[in-house]
């Protein structure tokens, strides 16, 4: 699907605040880009959110075991009609928790609500490919 101009940029700018609050681990500023009914699954096991207040508790945790942390995005897909946008994205956290340093390869798949005044993320799946998943195989051995 074609996406204006306009709209990719408003999507770019609301992955780049998340990038720059992340890295102050801002818990306000990634909460107020998260609709009041965010929904989100996080790479761990227990890692879903059900609402805002979900979310920010997941924040509260993930920032709190992180010394530093920041993320990058590559690779970005942004598909949009009316109201609703979806992204799809590289991503790259480097984290220093418990004194080591961390280079997490991830994925972002977003669906993104347009309030008429912002771009909220409505729901959010992160995840890490398969460690012992060969390339060309469909299942880790």
Known sequence: M?????????ILAVLRRMAEATARKDLDGMVALADPDFRGFGTGLDEKAIGREAYRRQLERDFSQAETISLEFSDIRIGAEGTVAWVMAGMVY??????VSQT????????????????????MHYSLPAQGQEEGRSYPA
């Not at 480097?94 to 004194?99: C, K, L, S, T, Y």
């Not at 997490?104 to 729901?123: D, E």
């Open 2 to 10: 074609r996406v204006s101009e306009q709209t990719q940029k408003q």
């Open 94 to 99: 480097r984290i220093v928790a418990d004194g």
């Open 104 to 123: 997490l390869n991830g994925r972002l798949t977003a669906v993104l609500r347009g309030t008429g005044h912002a771009w909220v993320f409505a729901q």
